[in-house]
């Protein structure tokens, strides 16, 4: 069911133009309570067959009914709308770059289930499973395998019928990927081609020194006490920035040129990088405040949700009557952050890489193509898999990689601190590999 579609003004376009955006809500059926190992058995404590909604965004980039379709899948914690400044730099890339305008044909990009807009509504779903889990003994939050339920029901949609699907998948979210493509009883022919983005895909058997199980654990805790409400969202970004003062006119949607215009829609999301030489600057560093400006204006916009206050509230936000928070609760957060959450068999691995090589051919439904492969793309700062992280990973996947790149002047966060560069990186996967598996005719930039 499509709930709109906008389209920008155009003089906040490039002289190139870019698609019109349109906004859907999907229905999806879906197996929750799923557990690795528990996949094929009967009924399980918690298991059940559900109906969730998936809040996604569409560029429709070419009519001609050919070329690649991206599915873009973010983070843990991140949303759908963080990819917006990367998918505006990569449209710029094929539109000035190619000889044929079809070889991308549509761009997704979707809510994980406890996350964005999908999180706010599946919110009494989400609520209900929880309390009924606590009640009966088992957990109810949202983990990696109801997310692959969730992403393997949206690669079902009729919309993505005889389509070359291309999944590009950010840190945690590379588990959801994996499980759905090897564990799951699947109705879909896709992905045609894989990229994966600083995967987090761990292996059984690590001891508790290791470092990424340490930093897992860390993650859980951090999360935990973090702060997750504010009395607005000029207060929220000044928060995440670690400055101590901030201009509330900053915030909604504000521009230093002035006028008001949301954030998918001012010049600031359309145009190149913005300058980040402000974020930080007046107070601690944090997280954020390495982040491109464009990503985190998003961030405050479409990570929290503002609430109506009530008795049970914060005594310093029942005053105003409102405040802002968190759409991903922190207890729902936290629980994905724990190993167990990202670990997979080596052999799992191996199958999907296998099943995506360029020796394998996709059915005659797809023209009987060579698939386009599994791509892997690495930060620059090694804070999260470094070195002999990614050797393992690759070991795990039997070498089957069609290609590794690094995107410079970022770390683990990729599409956060560095869209740009994120965009160029799959441009070249995407032009120097994938659509010429699929036979499409390109050239590099002029």
Request: net charge neutral; aromatic share 6%.
């Amino acid at each position: 069911m499509t709930l709109g579609r906008w389209a920008p003004n155009r003089d906040t376009l490039d002289e190139m133009g870019l698609p019109v955006l349109e906004k859907h809500i999907f229905s999806l059926r879906c197996t929750f309570g799923l557990r690795t190992g528990e996949v094929l058995q009967g009924k399980t404590l918690g298991r059940e067959d559900v109906t969730v909604q998936c809040a996604a965004l569409k560029y429709p980039v070419s009519e001609s009914g050919q070329g690649l379709t991206l599915v873009l899948t973010h983070g843990l914690s991140s949303h759908k709308e963080s990819y917006h400044p990367t998918v505006t730099h990569l449209l710029r890339l094929n539109a000035a770059g190619t000889r044929s305008a079809s070889w991308i044909r549509e761009i997704w990009l979707i809510d994980m289930p406890n996350h964005g807009e999908s999180a706010a509504l599946n919110r009494a779903y989400l609520e209900d499973r929880q309390d009924r889990g606590r009640k009966e003994g088992w957990d109810g939050r949202c983990d990696t395998m109801d997310i692959s339920t969730y992403l393997n029901a949206f690669l079902s949609i009729k919309q993505l019928q005889n389509h070359l699907v291309v999944g590009i998948a950010h840190s945690g979210n590379c588990t959801a990927w994996t499980h759905a493509l090897t564990l799951l009883d699947r109705t879909h022919p896709h992905p045609f081609a894989l990229v994966f983005i600083e995967p987090t895909l761990i292996f059984p058997g690590l001891p508790p020194t290791d470092f990424r199980i340490i930093h897992g654990a860390a993650n859980v805790r951090g999360v935990l006490a973090k702060r997750d409400k504010w009395s607005n969202r000029a207060e929220a970004k000044r928060w995440l920035l670690g400055t101590k003062n901030g201009d509330p006119e900053d915030w909604p949607g504000k521009q230093r040129g002035g006028g008001s215009l949301g954030p998918l829609q001012s010049r600031s999301f359309l145009g190149k990088n913005a300058n980040k030489s402000g974020n930080g600057e007046a107070g601690r560093t944090t997280v954020w405040s390495k982040w491109d400006d464009r990503v985190l204006d998003l961030f405050v916009e479409h990570a929290l949700e503002e609430v109506r206050a009530s008795a049970s509230s914060p005594p310093e936000f029942t005053e105003s009557g409102f405040y802002v928070r968190s759409i991903l609760r922190k207890e729902e957060e936290s629980s994905l952050y724990a190993c167990p959450q990202h670990t997979v068999e080596p052999a799992q691995l191996a199958r999907m890489c296998a099943a995506l090589s360029p020796g394998s051919r996709k059915g005659p439904a797809l023209g009987n193509r060579s698939m386009g492969g599994v791509h892997i793309l690495w930060a620059e700062v090694e804070d999260y898999t470094p070195k002999p992280a990614r050797a393992e990973l690759l070991d795990g996947m039997s070498h089957r990689v069609v290609s590794q790149r690094v995107v410079p002047d970022a770390g683990h966060l990729i599409p956060q601190e560095n869209p740009s560069g994120l965009a160029d990186a799959v441009y070249d996967v995407l032009v120097s590999h994938v659509a010429v598996a699929a036979g499409l005719t390109v050239r590099t930039s002029l």
